[in-house]
C-alpha cells in the first residue's frame, strides 16, 4: 500500500506552497519564512531517508566549477560590498536553499516522477492566479489598473504565472481536460497584470515550445495561433497608455524608466567591474549613483530590472561567467533529448526566464530562484540519466 505521508508527497506540497516565503518567521533567532522550513525539513528527510547520502555525480561534475564560481562571487561581494547579514541572508535564500531543494526534489522522486514536479509549481500558479481573480473581483488593483493581488509588485505577479502557462502547453495533450479548464484562470490573471515583458517571453517560450515539440504543417498552424492572438492582444492594447507610452518611448514610460535604470547599472558595472556591488546593494548604489544622471523616474529600484546586470552586480564578474557557463552546458546537454513533455517544459520556462530576464529581474526572489533549480534539475535528469555503466558517486556516511 503506497505511504500518503512520504517524502515524495511532502515535496510536492513544498513545492505547491512555494508563496509561503511571504510568510515571514525566526526560526531559532534566525530570519527565515514557511517555505524555506518546509524546504529544509524535505532536505533533512531525504538524508535520514536514505541513510547514505548518495549523489549520484554523472552529469553534474561539468556544473560544480560554474556553480562555485557564482557561490564565490557571492561571497565576495558579501564580503567587500556591504552589509554582510544581507548578503547571507540572499545567499541563503536565493541560493543555497533553492539549489539544494530543488536537487532533492528531483533525487527523491526519480526520473519517471520528474513531470510531477513541474505539475506541483503549475498547481501552486493555478491556486495563485485564483486568488488574484478574487482580488481583482473585489477591485484590488493598483493606482494604473494592473493586478498584483499579495505580491508587491504586478510583474512579481507575472513572473510567477508565466511559466505555469509554458508547463500548461507542454503537459496538454497528458490532461486536456484539466488544462482546458484551469489555463484560461492563469491566462486571465497573467493579461490583468498588463506586464508586457511577461506576455513577450511567453510568446517566444511557447513558439520554442511549438518548434521543439511539433513538425511539418502543424507546426505552421500553431505558430500561426500564437501569432494570432499576439495580434488580438496588441489591437486591445492599442490606445492605452502603457502601450501608448512604449511605442512613442515617452519620458515616463516604463520602458524609459528601464533604460535610466539600465544606464545607472552599467555605470555601476564600470565601476566594479570584478567584485561587482555585492548581494542586496542595488536600491542603495541606486540613490547614490543619481548624481551621475537626470533626475530618476523610479526612486524604489531592488533589483536593475535586468536578470544578467543582476548577476554581474550581485556575484560580480566570476558570478555572471558562472552562470552563463551554466546555460551553455543545460541547453547543450538538453539539445539531443528532446523526447517527452518534461523535457519541452523545462526548456521552455528557462527560455522564458531568459526572455523575460532582458526586463525584469526573473530570478532574484524566492520563489523565482525555485522555479529555475527546478526546471534546471528536471533538464538534467532527463539528459544525463545513469546507463547500465558504472556510475562515480559520492557517499557521505
Known amino acids: 500500500m503506497k505511504k500518503t505521508f512520504s517524502l515524495e508527497n511532502f515535496i510536492y506540497w513544498a513545492i505547491v506552497a512555494m508563496p509561503a516565503y511571504l510568510w515571514k518567521i525566526s526560526f531559532l533567532g534566525v530570519p527565515t519564512n514557511m517555505f524555506e522550513l518546509m524546504a529544509s525539513v524535505a532536505v533533512i528527510w531525504f538524508v535520514i531517508e536514505r541513510r547514505t547520502f548518495k ?10 566549477i560554474p556553480i562555485v564560481m557564482i557561490m ?20 541563503k535564500s536565493w541560493f543555497i536553499i533553492p539549489m539544494v531543494f530543488a536537487f532533492v526534489a528531483l ?26 481573480l478574487v482580488y481583482f473581483f473585489l477591485g484590488e488593483m493598483t493606482y494604473d489598473g494592473r493586478l498584483k493581488a499579495f505580491y508587491n509588485s504586478p510583474n512579481y505577479l507575472a513572473m510567477f504565472l508565466a511559466p505555469a502557462i509554458i508547463i500548461g502547453g507542454a503537459f496538454f495533450a497528458k490532461r486536456k481536460a484539466f488544462y482546458a479548464i484551469s489555463l484560461p484562470i492563469i491566462l486571465s490573471a497573467l493579461y490583468l497584470t498588463f506586464s508586457y515583458a511577461a506576455w513577450l517571453a511567453v510568446f517566444v517560450a511557447a513558439g520554442g515550445l511549438v518548434f521543439l515539440n511539433e513538425n511539418g504543417w502543424k507546426k505552421w498552424k500553431s505558430a500561426l495561433f500564437l501569432g494570432l492572438v499576439a495580434g488580438i492582444i496588441i489591437f486591445f492594447q492599442i490606445g492605452t497608455s502603457k502601450f501608448d507610452g512604449l511605442v512613442r518611448l515617452e519620458d515616463r514610460s516604463s520602458l524609459a524608466s528601464r533604460m535610466m535604470i539600465w544606464n545607472s547599472a552599467g555605470k555601476m558595472i564600470v565601476d566594479n567591474a570584478f567584485l561587482g556591488i555585492g548581494p542586496g546593494n542595488f536600491q542603495d548604489k541606486y540613490l547614490e549613483y543619481q548624481k551621475y544622471f537626470p533626475p530618476y523616474l523610479e526612486w524604489a529600484v531592488p533589483q536593475p530590472h535586468n536578470l544578467f546586470l543582476a548577476f554581474w552586480l550581485q556575484a560580480g564578474l566570476a558570478g555572471l561567467v558562472g552562470f552563463l557557463a551554466i546555460l551553455v552546458l543545460w541547453f ?27 526586463f525584469d529581474t526573473t530570478y532574484f526572489k524566492n520563489d523565482l530562484a525555485v522555479l529555475f533549480w527546478l526546471s534546471f534539475f528536471v533538464g538534467i535528469k532527463k539528459s544525463s540519466e545513469p546507463s547500465s555503466e558504472r556510475k562515480t558517486t559520492l557517499r557521505i556516511k
Do not use: P
Open 55 to 64: 549523489i549520484a555525480l554523472r552529469g553534474y561534475e561539468k556544473y560544480f
Open 72 to 91: 564565490g562571487g557571492l561571497a565576495l561581494g558579501t564580503l567587500f560590498g556591504g552589509s554582510v547579514l544581507v548578503g547571507l541572508g540572499i545567499i
Open 107 to 132: 533525487e527523491a522522486t526519480r526520473r519517471e516522477k520528474s513531470g510531477a514536479v513541474l505539475e506541483a509549481t503549475y498547481i501552486s500558479a493555478l491556486l495563485v492566479a485564483s486568488v488574484a
Open 332 to 358: 547543450r546537454d538538453l539539445s539531443g533529448s528532446w523526447k517527452k513533455e518534461v523535457d519541452w517544459g523545462a526548456a521552455a520556462i528557462i527560455i522564458y526566464i531568459l526572455v523575460h530576464g532582458i
